[in-house]
């Protein structure tokens, strides 16, 4: 089956391809000759899915998924989330993004240990954190919506030469001590958030056809 995957990242399209398997064809945008960025301004994973996905259908008529990623640190109350690839400023710059998580959870940890010392009573502090990605699929005009999450921890700092974004500093809870970016792209494949969400695609579209 031929569908149109809405991203530009290569790290998200090499994943999706592995993932959903040989059944189908994976074509970008820029394939179908779809070239304008939207805009992601909704306030939630699921409205900025709709909106890449709706882009894609509205440009071309084909069947078409978009995923929106974030990442929620407990600490941080779910932060950076929806905004997690702009969380720094303005530009996609995964290096800042992951040293601002990382400054404000050693902030978050000097003011508790600060606290404590001085007998204060404080929320437990702690590095509690999953990645949630939502994926909106459009067939015939109709839209679907599927999820997955992968529970971790953020760790004190990064390790890893694989996977993109976030991964060298979260560690899932199926690998203790290691990073996203440390283990392959098969074992991050077979537990990731993505993968939860694609294959649960990959399901009702083998079931519809
Ligand atoms: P978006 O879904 O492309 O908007 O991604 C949001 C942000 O999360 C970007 O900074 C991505 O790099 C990051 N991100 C998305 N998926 C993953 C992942 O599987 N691992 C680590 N970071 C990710």
New binding site residues.
């Given amino acids: 089956m031929k569908i149109v995957f809405a ?1 530009g ?1 290569s790290g ?1 399209l090499r ?1 999706a391809s592995e993932i959903l398997g040989g059944g189908f064809e994976l074509v970008t945008p820029a394939q179908m000759g779809i070239t304008d960025d939207v805009e ?1 301004t909704g306030l939630t994973l699921k409205a ?1 899915s709709i909106i890449k996905a709706e882009h894609i259908w509205k440009s071309c008529g084909c069947s078409c998924f978009a ?5 929620e640190v407990n600490a941080l109350n779910g932060a950076p989330g929806v905004y ?2 702009r969380y720094a400023g303005v530009g ?1 710059d ?1 290096g800042k ?1 992951i040293d601002k998580v990382l400054s404000e959870l050693a902030v978050l940890r000097a003011e508790c240990s600060m606290a404590e010392a001085v007998g204060l009573k404080m929320n437990r502090y702690s590095r509690r954190a999953r ?1 949630r ?1 939502v994926i909106t699929l459009i067939l015939d005009g109709k839209e679907l919506f599927f999820e997955g999450t992968l529970e971790g921890s953020i760790a004190y700092y990064r390790s890893g030469n694989g ?5 060298p500093v ?1 560690m899932p809870d199926e690998y203790p001590g290691k990073t ?1 970016a440390d283990i392959s792209e098969e074992e991050k494949n077979a537990i ?3 993968g939860k969400a694609l294959r649960a695609m990959a399901a009702f579209l083998n079931s519809v056809a």
Avoid: I
């Fill in positions: 991203t990242n998200k994943e992601e900025n995923d929106d990623t974030g990442l997690s690839a996609r995964f993004n990645f990605s996977g993109f974004g976030y991964d979260f996203l990731s958030h993505r």
